[in-house]
């Protein structure tokens, strides 16, 4: 009789879990700002906008930018340091234009409403604090990498640090690539 062999089934970092709970936790959060909005928006009393072009442009970035990333982790995992330390660097200067090109989206979106009272722009900028908080805290999880990246020599080949913070960064992108085709798809 031949015995079976049984697989274990492969079990999930915890602190990846915790980012995907935390990730599930964020859809809903933006998927209740987004409904809200186009809820508001059907009765009336809104004001149209006009995409800036900075999100034409910050679209792209943080696409390339989570390109780097995905190039960071591989090749950490493959043990090219030297490329490895690259793209994590490239990588934060793309999240820090990211940002700049973020802010000089919204400081525009904002100028087309003359700073009046209407709840169009209290919905947007509900949405805009609670985004840029999520971009802060995928800044400070890259600048982090960086640091560490930087600061020591790497003797064990753990890549869990550097995969939850790429998961945060690759979920970042597509929360702005929602965000952006929203936008557009309701101005």
Known sequence: MQQEIQKEPK???PQKFAMWIAIGSIIM???GFTSGFIVRKSQGNWLHYKIPVEFIISTIVVILSSVTMHLAVKSFKSRKMTFHKNMVTL?????LAFVVLQFLGFKDLYAQFAWNNNVS???ITVIVLVHALHIAGGMVALIILFLRTFARR???YSA???EIVALYWHF???LWLYL???FLLNQ
């Open 11 to 13: 079990k999930i970092h």
């Open 29 to 31: 959060m933006f998927g």
């Open 91 to 95: 990588t934060l200067l793309l999240g």
């Open 121 to 123: 722009l209290q919905f």
């Open 154 to 156: 790497v003797k064990v």
């Open 160 to 162: 869990t640090g550097i």
């Open 172 to 174: 970042v992108d597509i």
């Open 180 to 182: 952006f085709v929203f």
